[in-house]
Each structure stands twice: as structure tokens, then as C-alpha cells.
T-cell receptor, first 114, second 112 residues
Framework: GAGVSQSPRYKVAKRGQDVALRCDPI?????LFWYQQALGQGPEFLTY????????KSGLPSDRFFAERPEGSVSTLKIQRTQQEDSAVYLC????????????FGPGTRLTVT | GDSVTQMEGPVTLSEEAFLTINCTYT??????LFWYVQYPGEGLQLLLK?????DKGSNKGFEATYRKETTSFHLEKGSVQVSDSAVYFC???????????FGSGTRLQVQP
């Protein structure tokens, strides 16, 4: 079946622009996660949804970052007034219901802020 | 807070060599432990996992044993192939916080 998809795969933004990154999780997966991966580093948690509820947003680095999942399926990560330090790969992952922590990752969106 | 420490790379090996990538963790409670692999141009894929102490995860010839006494989860493979060249990430997950905590990754390069 289809895996997690993300779009766009690459995004170049001028500093100060707003961007929106989309994630389509695996159909039926209840949990959805966003991570930020800087060059040469491991992914770092940003936020977590269970269905449409955002249960944890403790990893969002500033109030310029906003995520939503209004119908419990597709999610959008929005970054307002982008800064150079926002340049990174943004990963989306989904997970089925239940106690497993196994997460399925999308290919990521590489954001470059110039 | 929770953290994962991996050996720095790159690790360069010849084909059929033995592989060890070290991973240690710091966490309260009893985390589940994972190895994820990222092949060039692809997304992260779960390689193996272990959910309690002394469990051994295995997949595709790779193994890792959850050692609570040494807080370690080292990845091993007896004979690597060129196709194993990738970046390997150790991670932990805990009850009540579903997000994973990742190490910084170890790049493996296998030469023919």
C-alpha cells in the first residue's frame, strides 16, 4: 500500500516568507508526527497529533511554527516569517493505533531559506 | 531529559567485514529501543526494535540486544554488503510520550 507522502519535496523560500508543508499519512493511521532534521543530525520532535487533536506541541521552536490536522488525516506544517535557521528537512511520520511506537516516515521536505 | 548517543561516523568497512555501531541511552523508566536506517535518497525505515530488557531485535542480518545494565543497544551485523551503505539512527520511545528521541546518526560506507 501507499506509504507516507510529503509535498513539496523541496522548497526554497526567501527570508520572511511563509511556507506550508503537507503530509499525507498512511490511510487509517491515527497518530501523526512532525520532526525537524538539521544537516548531519538526527530528527528532532516538533509536534504530535492523535486523529485531529494536537496532543503535544512541545517541540515547536517558536510561535512562528504552526501545525494542523483538521480532519484527522492530512496535516500541514506552516512556518511564518521564515528565518535562515529554519533551513532543514521536515519529516512526517504516522503510526497506527495501539501501544506500538513503530513510526512510518515520509521522504521529507527539504526547506532552504535564503 | 532523555537522550541517545551514537558513535560518530563515517564508519568505512570492506564487504563481508563485521559491523558494530554503538548506541547508549539515558532515560527514566523502561523505554523501547529502535534502529532506523536511511538509504541514500530515501526516507527513514524501521530496521529493528526491542521493547524490554534482554530482548534481541533482528532483521536483514542485523541484530541488537537491549542491555539495561549498560543502557546500550549496539547494532551488529556479521558480514556487511555494499547495499548496507546508509545512515543508521538509534532511537528510543517511552510510554506516555509517543515521540521518538533519536541519536545523531552514523554513516556506514561499505566498499567492494
Amino acid at each position: 500500500g501507499a506509504g507516507v507522502s510529503q509535498s513539496p519535496r523541496y522548497k526554497v523560500a526567501k527570508r520572511g516568507q511563509d511556507v506550508a508543508l503537507r503530509c499525507d499519512p498512511i490511510s487509517g493511521h491515527v497518530s501523526l508526527f512532525w520532526y525537524q532534521q538539521a544537516l548531519g543530525q538526527g530528527p528532532e520532535f516538533l509536534t504530535y497529533f492523535q486523529n485531529e487533536a494536537q496532543l503535544d506541541k512541545s517541540g515547536l521552536p517558536s510561535d512562528r511554527f504552526f501545525a494542523e490536522r483538521p480532519e484527522g488525516s492530512v496535516s500541514t506544517l506552516k512556518i511564518q516569517r521564515t528565518q535562515q535557521e529554519d533551513s532543514a528537512v521536515y519529516l512526517c511520520a504516522s503510526s497506527p493505533a495501539g501501544g506500538s511506537y513503530e513510526q512510518y516516515f515520509g521522504p521529507g521536505t527539504r526547506l532552504t531559506v535564503t | 531529559g532523555d537522550s541517545v548517543t551514537q558513535m560518530e561516523g563515517p564508519v568505512t568497512l570492506s564487504e563481508e567485514a563485521f559491523l558494530t555501531i554503538n548506541c547508549t541511552y539515558t532515560a527514566t523508566g523502561y523505554p523501547s529501543l529502535f534502529w532506523y536506517v536511511q538509504y541514500p535518497g530515501e526516507g527513514l525505515q524501521l530496521l529493528l526494535k526491542a521493547t524490554k530488557a534482554d530482548d534481541k531485535g533482528s532483521n536483514k542480518g542485523f541484530e541488537a540486544t537491549y542491555r539495561k545494565e549498560t543502557t546500550s543497544f549496539h547494532l551488529e551485523k556479521g558480514s556487511v554488503q555494499v547495499s548496507d551503505s546508509a545512515v543508521y539512527f538509534c532511537a528510543l520511545g517511552k510510554t506516555g510520550r509517543r515521540a521518538l528521541t533519536f541519536g545523531s546518526g552514523t554513516r556506514l560506507q561499505v566498499q567492494p
